[in-house]
């Protein structure tokens, strides 16, 4: 089992709408490349975010989770799918746009594979192609892993999260659900996953040295710190 793939039954329950993270990208997309075709999605997960795009868009993903992928390809059944690492898969193909939201690229805690992703990403988009992603700054991860353990229920279950500070730029979030089984029996699925962050003006930097980064906002639209939650690059 890879990460995600217990929490792939209830993540979708749990993490609710992100029709939000939808029309960000939508935006993006209208702005800067309106003729675009073809998506790639990294990290995918249970393909919530690529549903937005499914009237109009050519659907591809990639993710770790043979779990997460099952419901993405279930939820979209003419959506092309690869199980893999989003840091360097070769896919021989190019794509007009790949996202890669929700935190995702925080889940990569070395350096080096931030630096593989970019490189990959820059090979698999078309000439004029978008590169949209989001991620977590590293104020935000200090300010996550200051609050107290909390516990969230859902339907048919409860989940409790745990964030545990593990370096400066890093966290691991503990997750845990329990959910009756049918015989009353409480069943019990836990989840560790690891996220980190690096300087926004170090990313950028990288960024600048692959791509053209034509917006920098965050959550509020506004510009960006290593203070901000979750920041936003648009880049051709
Ligand atoms: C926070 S979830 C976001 C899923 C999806 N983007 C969404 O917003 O609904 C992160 C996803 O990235 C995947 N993931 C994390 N690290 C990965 C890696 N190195 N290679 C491939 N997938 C990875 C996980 O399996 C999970 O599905």
Redesign the pocket.
Known sequence: M???DQFAPF??TV?GD?GD?IDIISDAITHHHPAAKSLL?????????MAGFADNFELHG????AN?LQIAQHKLPSATLHQ????GSELHQQYDVII?????LN??TDYS?WQKLLASTKKHLCSNGLFIFDMNTIGRLQTLSSIPSFIQDFKTGTMEMIIEPVAANEVIWHVTIQEPAADGAIQVYQER?HEASFPIDQVTAELATRFEVLERFDSNHEQPTDSSDRVYFVCR
Do not use: K
């Open positions: 890879s990460h995600y993540y979708d993490m992100r993270v999605e990294l990290g995918c997960g249970t393909g919530s975010i990639i993710d770790q989770s997460m893999g690492t989003i840091a890669c939201v929700f935190d995702t889940h990569l594979d996953v």
